[in-house]
C-alpha cells in the first residue's frame, strides 16, 4: 500500500470550471508538497504546506493535519493546467526525502 | 526554470552496460537527491546526498549509486543495467535537509534495451 494516495487518477474539465484534487497519507510528515509535471518529465513545486492554507493565483492548498488529507484547487481552469499534478509528503524524521502519489492526470479542453 | 539541470536529456544503452547520469544543482544546494519514475507512475525515491554524503536510501539494489560534489553537482551511476531500469530519472536539489522547498531537474530519459 503506498504511503500517499490521490484521486482521483484522470480528470478532464471544460474552460472556466473549479477543479479539486484530493491526496491522503497515512504516515506521519514533516511535510506535504504540490508539484505539477509536464509532459517531457519536468516537475515544478507549486506548494509545501505543513498546516492550513496557501494560495498562489489561481490555486489554492489546504491541508488537514488530523485526517491526513490535502485538496490542491484551480480555479476558473484553463487548458495551460493541464498537467500531471503529483502530491508528495516528506516523514517525519527523515531528510528532504520525497515520497510520491501517483498523479492525478488532469486535461482542460477550451 | 529551476536551476538544476541534467544531462543527458536522453539516453539509450545495452542491457548488461553501466550508465551515468549528472545533475546541476543551484549554488548552495546540499542536498540532493536522486527519484526514478516508470511510465505512468510516480517517482520513486533512490537515494539523497547531503554534503558529499549519502544521508538515506530508498529499496533499490546497491547497483545503484550516487556521488555528490563541492562544486553542487551530483551523479548517479547505475551498473549492470536491466531492461527493467528504463525510466526517467530525476534529480531534485534544496538548500537544506529538512523541510525546504526542492528544485527539480528536467529528468533523464533513460531506455535499455
Known amino acids: 500500500k503506498n504511503e500517499v494516495e490521490q484521486s482521483p487518477q484522470n480528470l478532464t474539465a471544460q474552460e472556466g470550471e473549479f477543479i479539486t484534487i484530493n491526496c491522503s497519507y497515512s504516515?506521519?510528515?514533516?511535510?506535504l508538497h504540490w508539484l505539477q509535471q509536464h509532459p517531457g518529465g519536468g516537475i515544478v513545486s507549486l506548494f509545501m504546506?505543513?498546516?492550513g492554507k496557501k494560495k498562489h493565483g489561481r490555486l489554492i492548498a489546504t491541508i488537514n493535519i488530523q485526517e491526513k488529507h490535502s485538496s490542491l484547487h484551480i480555479t476558473a481552469s484553463h487548458p495551460r493546467d493541464s498537467a500531471v499534478y503529483i502530491c508528495?509528503?516528506?516523514?517525519?524524521?527523515?531528510?528532504?526525502?520525497?515520497?510520491f502519489g501517483t498523479g492525478t492526470s488532469l486535461t482542460v479542453i477550451p | 526554470e529551476t536551476g538544476v539541470t541534467q544531462s543527458p536529456t536522453h539516453l539509450i544503452k545495452t542491457r548488461g552496460q553501466q550508465v551515468t547520469l549528472r545533475c546541476s544543482s543551484q549554488?548552495?544546494?546540499?542536498?540532493v537527491s536522486w527519484y526514478q519514475q516508470a511510465l505512468g507512475q510516480g517517482p520513486q525515491f533512490i537515494f539523497q546526498?547531503?554534503?558529499?554524503?549519502?544521508?538515506g536510501r530508498g529499496n533499490f539494489p546497491p547497483r545503484f549509486s550516487g556521488l555528490q560534489f563541492p562544486n553542487y553537482s551530483s551523479e548517479l551511476n547505475v551498473n549492470a543495467l536491466e531492461l527493467d531500469d528504463s525510466a526517467l530519472y530525476l534529480c531534485?536539489?534544496?538548500?537544506?535537509?529538512?523541510?525546504?522547498?526542492?528544485?527539480f531537474g528536467q529528468g533523464t530519459r533513460l531506455t535499455v534495451v
Open positions: 531534485a536539489s534544496s538548500f537544506e535537509v529538512r523541510n525546504t522547498e526542492a528544485f
Open positions: 504516515v506521519g510528515i514533516s511535510a
Open positions: 504546506l505543513s498546516s
Open positions: 508528495a509528503v516528506t516523514l517525519s524524521g527523515t531528510g528532504n526525502q520525497f515520497y
Open positions: 549554488s548552495g544546494h546540499n542536498t
Open positions: 546526498y547531503y554534503r558529499e554524503e549519502e544521508n
